[in-house]
């Protein structure tokens, strides 16, 4: 190749559009040639791509002729080239090692890859793994947080509820007392009402009696009964002198008792003295009664003289006639000497 190479700067100036168009072509197929991909089979393909691309070269139109012995010497020359099978048997193994040791480079790549895609996906996986646990982990806090935020909030509600009930409790209780108290007042007033009014009629009954007492106490049954009064009165006045004259007999006769004791001289062994005694004793007491006889019939004949004779000193009513008339005197009724 380099003689060939020697050989094509020996051609003349004129050529040198050939010359270059050749240069490219020797150089395309080289490297075509080294290439490890699937086109160094088509050599001949190559060739007349470069024989193609030495016709193209554009050459001034006086000169055409000269063109084609130019591009049949350069065709020669390359298909001497491509005449050393030795050459291309070696760039043939050159270019099965390459392309072996592409492959294998391209299969370590791809494993690399692989590996590297694995250890990617099992990174991936790992951190995906991680990112769902410290997600779970996440949901588990959050829930356990809410949860702890609905105990808490449900405690705090049943607090709130136990302390609204308590407060409920407390007003009913305290309204209840509140409502006891305003029915004991009104009782304690309805019944100190009551009481007033009973006081008041008592008092009015009390105020009637006390009149109807003080009317009784003044009253004159028989006032209007002149004759009646004054039958009394001559009834009373014999009483008196009667009642009177009894006295002075039992008087002296006690006084002679005494005077008679005096003058006589009794054994006091037969107890004579003694029943002389007892019996004067008796005479007093009996003039005393009748002295008190006395006084009774001058407040009657008093009370006959102002007209009020005749009324009961326990109950004020009158005295019936009969009893004034049996009894004198008399200053109560039937029924309260009974009671008496």
Known sequence: MPSNA?????????????????KKAVASKSTALKAPTKKASAKKVVVKKIAKKAVAVKTPAKKAPAKKSVVKKAVKKAVALTS?????????????KAKAA????????????????????????KAKAAAAARALKEREAKSKAAAKEREVQRKARERAAAEAKKQREIDAKRKAIEAEKLRKQREIERRNLEELKRQERRDAEERKRVEALERKMHSKPYGNDTA????????LLEARGSTSAQIAISESEAN??????????????????VASDIQRDQLKDFAAALRLKVDEID???ARIDEGSYGRCDECYE????????????????VSCRASV
């Open 6 to 22: 020697k050989n094509a700067t020996k051609a003349p100036a004129k050529h040198a559009p050939v010359k270059k168009a050749v």
């Open 84 to 96: 050393d099978q030795k050459a291309a048997a070696a760039i043939k193994a050159a270019a099965e």
């Open 102 to 125: 592409a492959a294998a480079r391209t299969l370590k790549e791809r494993e690399a890859k692989s590996k590297a895609a694995d250890k990617a996906k099992a990174a991936a996986d």
């Open 228 to 235: 009646f009064l004054e039958e009394l009165r001559v009834l």
């Open 256 to 273: 002679e008792m005494l005077v008679d004791r005096e003058r006589l001289e009794y054994d006091d062994e037969d107890g004579s003295s």
């Open 299 to 301: 407040v009657a004949i």
């Open 318 to 333: 009158a005295i019936s006639k009969p009893r004034l008339l049996a009894q004198l005197p008399v200053f109560t009724c």
